[in-house]
């Protein structure tokens, strides 16, 4: 079992931004991948980004908006939320995989999850 521990997460004002980081038991996946979760919901993919290459992924709904990075030197991946809005209230869920093309946007594509952090958009 790989732990895998997301932070950052916490309450902003509708415009604001918040930055999530990922970490996996201090080691480097293929992928790297944020879903998130409201509540009464599905989860649905955000980004991902292919640790090999820096090749990212993003749902319509937040591009533009988010990117994600990597951190070579923690290893770590991040994802910088901008222009947050309260339909971008979830708890956000980091996973890490393979990186197998056909299944970065997919939470089949990934293997180990975090436990997930609360982003709360309200005034």
């Known amino acids: 079992q790989v732990e895998v521990e997301e932070s950052g997460g916490g309450l902003v004002q509708p415009g604001g931004s918040l930055r999530l980081s990922c970490a996996a038991a201090?080691?480097?996946?293929?992928?790297y991948g944020w879903f998130r979760q409201a509540p009464g919901k599905e989860r649905e993919f955000v980004a991902a980004i292919r640790w090999y290459n820096g090749r990212t992924y993003y749902a319509d709904a937040v591009k533009g908006r988010f990117s994600i990075s990597r951190d070579r030197a923690v290893p770590s991946v991040d994802l910088q939320m901008n222009g947050l809005t309260p339909e971008d209230t979830a708890v956000y869920y980091c996973a890490v995989g393979r990186s197998i093309e056909s299944t970065m946007m997919t939470p089949g594509g990934y293997n180990y999850w975090g436990q997930g952090t609360q982003v709360t958009v309200s005034s």
């Open positions: 201090g080691r480097t996946f293929g992928s």
